[in-house]
């Protein structure tokens, strides 16, 4: 089945950079565009970056020019760089992809931005 694990959250200070990771099973992973979502608390799950098949890359306007996404077919893994992190950049970052008609979800990873 497919499973996606989040994983390098951290609590960091502001102007600081994270690496997250997103190790993905069950599906032919190269073939899939792989996002990053996120969620503040009280807030809708929000849309940050998209990577398709042939590292095409798309990005909110929020963190556009700050993160970078990018992935390794060869271990079937999606990372999100963030750069230059805000307090508002705090939120539970998720991993996902749409396979077989079905939107798959991590179990995501918390960052926090203190200032």
């Known amino acids: 089945q497919v499973q996606l694990v989040e994983s390098g959250g951290a609590l960091v200070q502001t102007g600081e950079s994270l690496r997250l990771s997103c190790a993905a099973s069950?599906?032919?992973?190269?073939?899939?565009?792989m996002s990053w979502y996120r969620q503040a608390a009280g807030r809708e799950r929000e849309f940050v970056a998209r990577?398709?098949?042939?590292?095409?890359?798309e990005y909110s306007d929020s963190v556009k020019g700050r993160f970078a996404v990018g992935r390794d077919n060869a271990v079937n893994t999606v990372y999100l760089q963030m750069n230059n992190l805000k307090p508002d950049d705090t939120a539970v970052y998720y991993c996902?992809?749409?396979?077989?008609?079905?939107?798959?979800w991590g179990q995501g990873t918390q960052v926090t931005v203190s200032s």
């Open positions: 996902n992809v749409g396979y077989r008609g079905r939107a798959y």
């Open positions: 069950g599906f032919p992973f190269g073939g899939y565009a």
């Open positions: 990577i398709g098949p042939q590292r095409f890359a």
